[in-house]
Nanobody, 121 residues
Framework: QLPLVESGGGLVQPGGSLRLSCTAS??????IGWFRQAPGKVREGVSC????????YYKDSVRGRFTISRDRAKNMVYLQMSNLRPEDTAVYSC????????????????WGQGTQVTVSS
């Protein structure tokens, strides 16, 4: 099992966009979740895409602004983030688990190192 690797973070102004990428493994059997952790706060689930049918799930505060997608041929999962807000500032990590989605940290067993997203003017 290869490690998960995130990329695409950076500094962006409020209202701007970023696309995060996650190099995963065997998306036919692994659901991939995106999580974030802001300074002084607990890690929270942001979005997830399931293995079997690619169903997607979102935290309420990002629904309509963030879009999760995958490319199974490349074993890549993306998180397109639009209309970013200062409160979206955090370290974003991807994680994988067997088949079905969850937005609970404890349900995932493999994690990437994370990529920093900073939303500031």
């Amino acid at each position: 099992q290869l490690p998960l690797v995130e990329s695409g973070g950076g500094l962006v102004q409020p209202g701007g966009s970023l696309r995060l990428s996650c190099t995963a493994s065997d998306l036919d059997v692994h659901a991939i979740g995106w999580f974030r952790q802001a300074p002084g706060k607990v890690r929270e689930g942001v979005s997830c895409i399931s293995a079997s049918d690619g169903s997607t799930y979102y935290k309420d505060s990002v629904r309509g602004r963030f879009t999760i997608s995958r490319d199974r041929a490349k074993n890549m999962v993306y998180l397109q983030m639009s209309n970013l807000r200062p409160e979206d500032t955090a370290v974003y990590s991807c994680a994988q688990r067997w088949n079905t989605c969850s937005l609970r940290t404890r349900d995932f067993d493999s994690w990437g190192q994370g990529t920093q997203v900073t939303v500031s003017s």
